[in-house]
C-alpha cells in the first residue's frame, strides 16, 4: 500500500542517519571526554531507551501512532541539534538521555502502523519488509557516519536531525488510527479473547520473557565475539568482514525466509530462531577456528532474520485493537533490555572463562526455545489468517462487533 511505502521510507531514512546513538562513544571520545564519563553516558542512554520504548507504547494509546511518530522524531531532530553546541559532560548528558528517549519512542507506533496498513494475510511479508528497511539503513549508515566523524562532528549531528525531520515528516502523510481500524478477528485465532490489561496477559509477557533472553544471546557478538578474536589473534579486519556478510544476508534473505516461516505454527520458526542462537555458541566450545566461527556468524544471522519480524507479528496478533500500541511497547522493551544487558553479562562471565559464555548461550537457547512453545502453540500459521479473518468476519458476532468500529470510522472520515 502507498501509506506503506511512505513508513518503509521514512525508516529507511531514519535508520541511516540515526549516528549519534550508535556512535556514541566514538562522538564522546572525538569531544575529550574521559573514558568514565562516556561509560556513564553509555548506561544512562541504554536505561533511558528502554524507558522511550516503554514510553511510546503509552503515547500511543493516548495520541494514536501518526502523532506519536511526529512527536518522537520532531523532538529527536531538535535534542540532536541541540547536542552541537553543548560542550559540558552534564548538559551533554541529559541531551543524549532526551534523545535516547524519544529515538525509541517511535517504535511501537511504527510498528502499530505496520499492523494497520498491512492487508489481511499478508503481515509476515510486511514486517519482513520493515525489518528490511531497517537492515539496509544500518548497512548504508555506519559507511556515511565513518566519512563524517574524521571529518565534522557538527554536520554528523546535523544529518542526523535532518533525517529526524525527513522521518517526521513522512508521519504526517500516514493515516490516523481511526482511518486504519485494527480487526480483532483478522490475526487473531478463534476462541481468544486478549486480556484487557497486559499484566494479565501470562503467555504474552513469556514470550516476552523468551525475546529478552534470545536477544542477550545476540548480542554476544558484541561482547566476548570480539574477544576471542582477540586472543586468538585473528586479524580485525576479518571480524568487519563477518559483520559485513552478517549484514548483507539480512538484507538478501529476509523475503525469502519470510515466505517460509508464514507455513509454520509461529512457534516452530521462533523457537528454531532460539536453537539457532544458542547453538551458534555452543560450537565455539569445540574450536575457533575459522570454518567454525563463520557458521557461529550464519547460525545467529538466520536465528535473526527469522525472529525479528515475526516477535513483531506475535504482538500483533495477541493484543486487541486498544491494546496494540502497549504489546508491541512491551516487545520492544524486551528486545531492548536484552541488547543492553547481553554484552555486559557475556563480558562478565568471559572473565570467569570463556566455556561459562557458551554453555551459557546454549542454555538460554533451549529455555527460550521451550517457552516459545508454550505461549505461542495456541496461535495459527500466519498463512492461514487471511482465511479466518474472512470467516470471522461473516459471523453474525463480527459484524456486530465491528459495526460500531464501522461507525466511528465513517464519523471521523466524515469530520476531516
Same mark, same amino acid.
Given at each position: 500500500? &502507498?501509506?506503506?511505502?511512505?513508513?518503509?521510507? #521514512? !525508516?529507511?531514512?531514519?535508520? $541511516? @542517519? /540515526?549516528?549519534?546513538? *550508535?556512535? +556514541?562513544?566514538?562522538?564522546?571520545?572525538?569531544?575529550?571526554?574521559?573514558?568514565?564519563?562516556?561509560?556513564? &553516558?553509555?548506561?544512562?542512554?541504554?536505561?533511558? #531507551? !528502554?524507558?522511550?520504548?516503554? $514510553? @511510546? /507504547?503509552?503515547?500511543? *494509546?493516548? +495520541?494514536?501512532?501518526?502523532?506519536?511518530?511526529?512527536?518522537?522524531?520532531?523532538?529527536?531532530?531538535?535534542?540532536?541539534?541541540?547536542?552541537?553546541?553543548?560542550?559540558?559532560?552534564?548538559?551533554?548528558?541529559?541531551?543524549?538521555?532526551?534523545? *535516547?528517549?524519544?529515538?525509541?519512542?517511535?517504535?511501537?507506533?511504527?510498528?502499530?502502523?505496520?499492523?494497520?496498513?498491512?492487508?489481511?494475510?499478508?503481515r509476515v511479508q510486511m514486517y519482513a519488509l520493515y525489518q528490511l528497511s531497517l537492515n539496509t539503513g544500518a548497512v548504508i549508515g555506519p559507511a556515511i557516519a565513518g566519512f563524517l566523524l574524521t571529518r565534522s562532528l557538527?554536520?554528523?549531528?546535523?544529518?542526523?536531525?535532518?533525517?529526524?525531520?525527513?522521518?517526521?515528516?513522512?508521519?504526517?502523510?500516514?493515516?490516523?488510527?481511526?482511518?486504519?481500524?485494527?480487526?480483532?478477528?483478522?490475526?487473531?485465532?478463534?476462541?481468544?479473547?486478549?486480556?484487557?490489561?497486559?499484566?494479565?496477559?501470562?503467555?504474552?509477557?513469556?514470550?516476552?520473557?523468551?525475546?529478552?533472553?534470545?536477544?542477550?544471546?545476540?548480542?554476544?557478538?558484541?561482547?566476548?565475539?570480539?574477544?576471542?578474536?582477540?586472543?586468538?589473534?585473528?586479524?580485525?579486519?576479518?571480524?568487519?568482514?563477518?559483520?559485513?556478510?552478517?549484514?548483507?544476508?539480512?538484507?538478501?534473505?529476509?523475503?525469502?525466509?519470510?515466505?517460509?516461516?508464514?507455513?509454520?505454527?509461529?512457534?516452530?520458526?521462533?523457537?528454531?530462531?532460539?536453537?539457532?542462537?544458542?547453538?551458534?555458541?555452543?560450537?565455539?566450545?569445540?574450536?575457533?577456528?575459522?570454518?567454525?566461527?563463520?557458521?557461529?556468524?550464519?547460525?545467529?544471522?538466520?536465528?535473526?532474520?527469522?525472529?525479528?519480524?515475526?516477535?513483531?507479528?506475535?504482538?500483533?496478533?495477541?493484543?486487541?485493537?486498544?491494546?496494540?500500541?502497549?504489546?508491541?511497547?512491551?516487545?520492544?522493551?524486551?528486545?531492548?533490555?536484552?541488547?543492553?544487558?547481553?554484552?555486559?553479562?557475556?563480558?562478565?562471565?568471559?572473565?570467569?572463562?570463556?566455556?561459562?559464555?557458551?554453555?551459557?548461550?546454549?542454555?538460554?537457547?533451549?529455555?527460550?526455545?521451550?517457552?516459545?512453545?508454550?505461549?505461542?502453540?495456541?496461535?495459527?500459521?500466519?498463512?492461514?489468517?487471511?482465511?479466518?479473518?474472512?470467516?470471522?468476519?461473516?459471523?453474525?458476532?463480527?459484524?456486530?462487533?465491528?459495526?460500531?468500529?464501522?461507525?466511528?470510522?465513517?464519523?471521523?472520515?466524515?469530520?476531516?
Open positions: 500500500p &502507498a501509506s506503506m511505502r511512505v513508513l518503509l521510507a #521514512g !525508516i529507511f531514512v531514519n535508520r $541511516a @542517519g /540515526g549516528f549519534t546513538i *550508535s556512535f +556514541l562513544a566514538l562522538i564522546l571520545a572525538i569531544r575529550h571526554y574521559p573514558t568514565g564519563e562516556i561509560g556513564v &553516558a553509555l548506561v544512562l542512554s541504554a536505561v533511558c #531507551g !528502554i524507558a522511550g520504548t516503554s $514510553a @511510546g /507504547g503509552v503515547l500511543v *494509546s493516548w +495520541l494514536g501512532s501518526r502523532w506519536t511518530l511526529f512527536l518522537a522524531m520532531t523532538a529527536s531532530a531538535v535534542f540532536t541539534a541541540a547536542l552541537i553546541p553543548a560542550r559540558s559532560f552534564q548538559a551533554a548528558i541529559v541531551i543524549i538521555c532526551l534523545i *535516547s528517549v524519544v529515538n525509541r519512542a517511535y517504535l511501537p507506533a511504527s510498528a502499530t502502523t505496520v499492523a494497520r496498513l498491512s492487508p489481511p494475510g499478508e557538527t554536520a554528523l549531528l546535523l544529518i542526523d536531525a535532518a533525517t529526524s525531520v525527513c522521518f517526521a515528516l513522512a508521519g504526517l502523510r500516514l493515516p490516523a488510527d481511526a482511518q486504519v481500524p485494527l480487526a480483532e478477528s483478522q490475526d487473531a485465532p478463534p476462541r481468544r479473547q486478549p486480556p484487557s490489561r497486559i499484566r494479565d496477559d501470562w503467555k504474552y509477557l513469556l514470550f516476552c520473557v523468551a525475546v529478552g533472553l534470545v536477544f542477550v544471546i545476540y548480542r554476544q557478538s558484541s561482547g566476548p565475539l570480539p574477544l576471542i578474536f582477540k586472543a586468538h589473534h585473528y586479524n580485525l579486519e576479518l571480524l568487519g568482514y563477518l559483520f559485513s556478510g552478517s549484514a548483507i544476508a539480512g538484507i538478501v534473505l529476509t523475503m525469502p525466509l519470510s515466505h517460509l516461516a508464514r507455513r509454520f505454527p509461529l512457534w516452530v520458526p521462533l523457537a528454531a530462531s532460539a536453537l539457532l542462537f544458542g547453538g551458534a555458541y555452543i560450537l565455539l566450545l569445540f574450536d575457533f577456528s575459522l570454518p567454525f566461527l563463520i557458521a557461529n556468524f550464519a547460525m545467529w544471522t538466520i536465528g535473526d532474520i527469522i525472529l525479528c519480524p515475526l516477535g513483531m507479528l506475535v504482538a500483533s496478533m495477541m493484543s486487541a485493537p486498544r491494546t496494540q500500541g502497549a504489546y508491541q511497547s512491551a516487545y520492544s522493551v524486551a528486545f531492548t533490555a536484552g541488547v543492553a544487558s547481553g554484552p555486559s553479562i557475556g563480558v562478565f562471565l568471559y572473565s570467569a572463562g570463556a566455556s561459562f559464555v557458551w554453555w551459557g548461550a546454549g542454555l538460554l537457547g533451549v529455555m527460550a526455545a521451550g517457552m516459545f512453545f508454550v505461549s505461542l502453540r495456541h496461535l495459527p500459521r500466519p498463512d492461514s489468517a487471511a482465511g479466518s479473518s474472512a470467516k470471522g468476519c461473516c459471523s453474525p458476532a463480527a459484524t456486530a462487533q465491528q459495526a460500531p468500529d464501522r461507525a466511528g470510522h465513517d464519523r471521523s472520515v466524515a469530520a476531516n
